[in-house]
């Protein structure tokens, strides 16, 4: 399987988060195998052997840095991230967004990792956890089933899945607090944020959601619902009241407000200890995106949210990371495994660089004596970091980042859009610091200057 060296870093995995390790690992003077099987053996959802092709959309959303998208990509330009490089090469008009030509994209990435003097691209499928050396493990939602098997065994069976259903999150910012009430079914303690629905507001949900329109997924994306986790759009076609008798029904639950309990409810749990982020719970859905936002904004309280994560069901193999990985992308078990991109939880295509971006930081100072880093919190790569290494393991789903992950000022700020734009300029200054004093590499960022008012 190629050289084995000690100061030399095994990578698996051709895509962003592969070859983002890979790049940050030579730049501190590293040997890099990379093992990419495709062409050889190719999956469902690629078309070409080149590295880091891009599957579904060409776009990395945001390039604006007053948004979660665009802070992300500056950090990263910061940090001399490879992937973003190239697709600042390739970008195409796309408004506020950082669009890219797909294949001048995979090609350049494509070549300056083949190129590069201290890595060596082995076209082979990888079956095998390889043992002593160090190892990042960034194969992606269609890893090889041989590989697939070896971190089921690693991790064990509980903490593997092999599909996402899950439900979309609201900016609790957005909520109307005032037509809800805190409560649980079963205890006397207030774990939920409850929507209360007359029958008519609730008739008027479940006309719309049978009715709205679904996303069609690819081949590959398809997956086998099971009863628990039924769409709740399937459930709702089962009939007018499946709802309102399964995770709608308002059992052991009074609304203050009439002293009465409601013909439904829609609960509310929040997902962080901040409550910056709310839950759906129940919602897992196959419903597009803009069809989420007009039927769901009919719950009351709902009227105005804002969504930070849409739901969806789809194939997408990854690992309970709060049980299993630190912050620094380690696996609890083994100092010198890493993981990265989709396999430990973060969800979109920059930020599965990201964390590639990390991995490839920390193995590169392991090899070399060093401890690896835990990025600040405050900044969009640490809280994606942090996110996905202390979520609760019961609820974690992946997560696209946004600024309720961050860590909130300490400070109450209005408007919203001028505290983020504070997160933001506190976000790129605490950077600044640790790039300082831990010597990285600085690239050159795009907002060199960028002021928060």
């Not at 769901?296 to 930070?308: D, H, K, M, V, Y």
């Not at 860590?407 to 300029?425: G, I, T």
Request: neutral net charge; proline residues 6%; hydrophobic residues 40%.
């Amino acid at each position: 399987m190629g050289m084995k060296l000690k100061d030399s870093l095994t990578i698996i995995g051709g895509g962003l988060a592969g070859c983002e390790a890979a790049w940050q690992a030579v730049n501190f003077g590293i040997r890099v195998v990379l093992y990419e099987m495709r062409p050889k053996i190719m999956t469902p959802a690629h078309k070409t052997g080149k590295l880091s092709e891009l599957v579904c959309s060409n776009s990395l959303r945001s390039d604006l840095i007053d948004k979660p998208a665009g802070l992300l990509k500056e950090e990263m330009r910061r940090l001399d991230s490879l992937i973003i490089r190239c697709a600042d090469q390739a970008a195409l008009p796309g408004g506020g967004a950082l669009t890219v030509d797909r294949e001048k994209f995979a090609q350049l990435v494509t070549d300056a990792i083949e190129s590069h003097p201290l890595i060596e691209v082995v076209r082979e499928a990888v079956t095998e956890i390889p043992q002593e050396e160090t190892v990042i493990i960034a194969t992606g939602p269609l890893t090889h089933d041989a590989l697939t098997e070896k971190i089921r065994q690693l991790i064990g069976s509980d903490f593997l899945y092999f599909y996402d259903a899950v439900s979309p999150i609201v900016d609790a910012e957005t909520i109307e607090y005032d037509k809800c009430f805190w409560g649980s079914r079963y205890r006397d303690e207030p774990a939920y944020l409850n929507c209360p629905m007359t029958e008519d507001e609730y008739r008027k949900f479940w006309e719309a959601l049978i009715a709205a329109e679904q996303h069609e997924p690819h081949e590959f994306e398809k997956a086998i619902f099971f009863e628990g986790c039924l769409p709740v759009e399937e459930m709702a076609k089962r009939g007018y009241l499946t709802l309102a008798y399964g995770p709608l029904r308002p059992t052991g639950l009074i609304d203050p407000k009439t002293g009465q309990r409601p013909f439904a409810v829609v609960q509310l749990r929040p997902e962080n200890a901040e409550m910056t982020m709310f839950n759906l719970v129940g919602f897992q859905t196959t419903l597009k995106w803009s069809e989420q936002q007009r039927v769901f904004r009919l719950i009351p309280g709902l009227e105005n949210a804002e969504f930070l994560r849409y739901g969806y069901i789809h194939k997408n193999t990854y690992i309970n990371s709060p049980i299993a990985l630190h912050p620094t992308y380690q696996f609890k078990g083994r100092s010198d495994l890493f993981f990265a991109g989709q396999l430990t939880g973060v969800e979109g295509y920059i930020e599965s660089a990201a964390s590639g971006l990390v991995a490839g930081i920390n193995a590169a100072r392991l090899i070399l004596g060093e401890s690896p880093l835990q990025f600040p919190p405050e900044t969009a790569i640490g809280a994606l970091a942090r996110y996905i290494t202390t979520a609760d393991p019961k609820h974690f789903a992946p997560m696209n980042i946004n600024f309720g992950l961050l860590s909130q000022l300490d400070r109450k700020v209005k408007p919203k859009e001028l505290r983020h734009r504070l997160m933001v300029a506190r976000a790129l200054e605490v950077l600044e610091d640790f790039i300082a004093r831990y010597k990285l590499r600085r690239g050159k960022g795009k907002y060199e200057g960028w002021s928060p008012r």
